[in-house]
């Protein structure tokens, strides 16, 4: 359904693109890497008297999407700020069809889009999650672990089980996974898990794959190649575990493929990979109309872009714990004033006025900040 305009189309006066360098608490390794800090570019947009905000999550190498932290910069800087900053419109939706004719970079329009939904919602006086027609006021939380050595993640397991995290994600590689999902089970044989692959696997090892069948997951995610629906067909024909698709999924026709074809049963919605929450929300309603369940996956944010998870995870299909823990698993300080913390499993949404119903540090922004350019310079 069109989104409801404004009595008068909101002008964007200005805007503010910065670079931050946010240091992880602890090395985070998946299939592709380890990571031992964020760098993510940090948007605000102004108009109407208000302030909207998102985060970037563009890598720095192109080791999950294409789209790197360059390249994402580089359009927002030369390309979509120019084209937004000074111009009026009625929605988000708007910003959405503005940036069609640009290729890819869904990252960076996302980082637009979605500070415009912040500005958009606070004009109106609606929390975000009203705004997006969500139905919850507290969403279920997963934990994603990265990879460590067994006793290490099986004691990581144990923390976060006792914690109360509804689901318990395992990142794998080919080598570390049977042996990991054998000791996991060994010890929690009622937790719900799944595992992510982060397109480590081909059809050459089907054989393992297909073992895992025999750990009742709730999902596998990603399995294989990135760009690969096809053979994630014949993968999910021979498995019993649901197969969750994340980096395949990068459109909405992407999605209506994924489903017709059964190459997944199971969808990662991440708002930054998609765009923003326009083509979010039809993702959305799309697994809807099909009965697929989908969760929201996390990109290591900080505060701003954990604020925009937890609001689109109100949503009606969002049946699945998402990877919106605890923003102290990750980083030391957070970028806003607010603690966006889970209890027993359970994320609030965060309601510290409209919009994304957080505040900036701006004293901790700008002592972390690399780089700031305004618009209009």
């Known amino acids: 359904m069109p989104l409801s305009p404004l009595r008068e189309p909101l002008v964007i006066d200005s805007a503010e693109l910065r670079l931050i360098e946010l240091p992880l608490l ?33 890598d720095v190498l192109p080791d999950y999407l294409p789209e790197t932290l360059a ?12 084209q937004v900053v000074g111009k009026s419109f009625a929605n988000p939706q708007e910003i ?24 958009w919602a606070k004009v109106q006086g609606l929390p975000l999650w009203q705004a997006l027609g969500g139905i919850r006021t507290e969403i279920e939380v997963g934990v994603s672990l990265g990879i460590k050595d067994i006793p290490r993640t099986l004691r990581d397991v144990e923390i976060h089980v006792q914690q109360g995290y509804r689901r318990i994600k395992l990142k794998v590689m080919p080598g570390h996974d049977l042996k990991l999902l054998d000791a996991v089970r060994a010890d929690f044989p009622d937790t719900h898990l799944t595992i992510d692959a982060n397109c480590c696997y081909t059809l050459a090892d089907m054989p393992v794959l297909r073992r895992m ?17 096809h053979d994630h067909v014949r993968l999910q024909a021979a498995l019993r575990t649901p197969i969750c698709l994340d980096e395949c999924i990068r459109t909405l026709p ?7 074809s059964d190459a997944g049963r199971v ?22 109309s099909h009965d697929v369940p989908v969760w929201c996956g996390g990109m290591l944010e900080a505060g701003i872009g954990r604020a925009h998870n937890i609001h689109l995870c109100t949503l ?36 510290n006025g409209a919009g994304i119903g957080v505040t900036m540090d701006w004293d901790f922004l700008d002592s972390i900040s690399t780089s700031v350019q305004a618009f209009p310079a």
């Open 26 to 58: 602890q090395p985070f390794t998946i299939a592709t890497g380890t990571m031992v800090r964020k760098v993510m570019p940090i948007l605000v947009l102004r108009g109407g008297g208000h302030e909207g905000y998102a985060e970037g999550v563009a």
């Open 71 to 82: 390249s994402s910069m580089m359009m927002l800087r030369d390309v979509f700020l120019p």
């Open 96 to 119: 959405e069809r503005l940036f069609r004719p640009w290729r890819d970079h869904q990252m960076a329009k996302a980082t637009v889009e979605m500070a415009f939904w912040d500005l």
């Open 213 to 229: 069948d025999d750990y009742a997951l709730d999902y596998i995610e990603q399995p294989l190649a990135w760009n690969d629906l």
């Open 254 to 260: 992407d999605c209506r493929k994924a489903l017709v």
């Open 267 to 288: 969808i990662n919605i991440k708002v930054g990979r998609l765009g923003g929450h326009t083509v979010a929300k039809q993702v959305h309603d799309l697994c809807l």
């Open 316 to 351: 009606e299909q969002f049946s699945r714990p998402g990877d919106t823990s605890s923003s102290s698993r990750y980083f030391e300080r957070d970028i806003v004033v607010e603690k966006l913390e889970t209890e027993n499993g359970l994320m609030p949404i965060p309601q």
